[in-house]
């Protein structure tokens, strides 16, 4: 590329240096993670299969609460193995909305079973394209809202004692990767960030001096 040269090139006592693009910055103050044990008690408490796929969803795949609301039929499947697809629609009837980048989560079989037990034997007799509806409440078949799942986890909040949330779950699942040695990157693009900094910013205590040194590498590279 070609630079510029000021009216004071050659002059400067020093040589410019070099900036990082990324960088670790001082820790946030971290949410926290669900426990394997936590995480099978909330399953445990739900007395419905939507709302054991709502959670196991969350735990597998690290989405957010709006992706998850946005997932339609069509983005379950195996596209050559299985995976979920999170993509950005316009005017959801709910107001959900995907944030973040497009991309393909893979998921386990169990996963699969569990969503394809919930259409056979919960899922109401309605033409959706939404994976996420009201079924015993509000108008039947329409797709979940952010109230309905909030009250969701307000009611396995009293009923376990977990101080659980949906975005709880995205902490949980970015904090099991980088602790099984997922790179830096490979969990940015499964997060859906859009920047390595957003990921570098919030698991910091996690990521290691190393896996930092070959992110600011890799990103020079690009420059």
């Known amino acids: 590329r070609t630079i510029r040269k000021g009216l004071l090139a050659g002059i400067a006592k020093s040589k410019p240096v070099r900036r990082k693009l990324v960088k670790l910055k001082e820790a946030k103050k ?6 394997d044990e936590e995480i099978e008690i909330l399953v445990n408490a739900c007395n419905r299969l939507r709302d054991q796929l709502i959670i196991l969803m969350l735990n597998s795949t690290g989405i957010r609460k709006g992706e998850l609301l ?11 193995n299985n995976f979920i697809r999170i993509i950005k ?18 998921v386990s079989e ?26 015993w409440e509000g108008n039947i078949g329409e797709a979940m809202n952010s109230k309905v799942i909030n009250t969701m986890f307000h009611r396995l909040k009293k009923k376990t004692g977990i101080n659980v949330y949906p975005h709880l779950f995205r902490h949980t ?44 590498q890799q990103e020079n590279k690009n420059e």
């Open 89 to 106: 629609r316009v005017n959801n009837p709910n107001g959900a909305r995907a944030k973040g980048t497009e991309r393909f989560i893979p």
């Open 70 to 80: 946005g997932l339609c039929h069509e983005d379950i499947g195996d596209f050559g």
């Open 30 to 35: 971290f949410p926290g993670c669900l426990s």
């Open 173 to 216: 699942y970015a904090s099991r990767l980088l602790k099984a040695n997922y790179s830096v990157d490979r969990v940015k693009a499964l997060l859906g960030h859009t920047s390595v900094q957003t990921t570098l910013d919030i698991y910091s205590h996690i990521i290691s001096e190393t896996d930092l040194s070959k992110v600011v």
């Open 110 to 135: 169990s996963l699969l079973r569990l969503y394809n037990d919930y259409l056979i034997y919960e899922y109401p007799e309605v033409e959706s394209d939404y994976v996420f509806v009201n079924i």
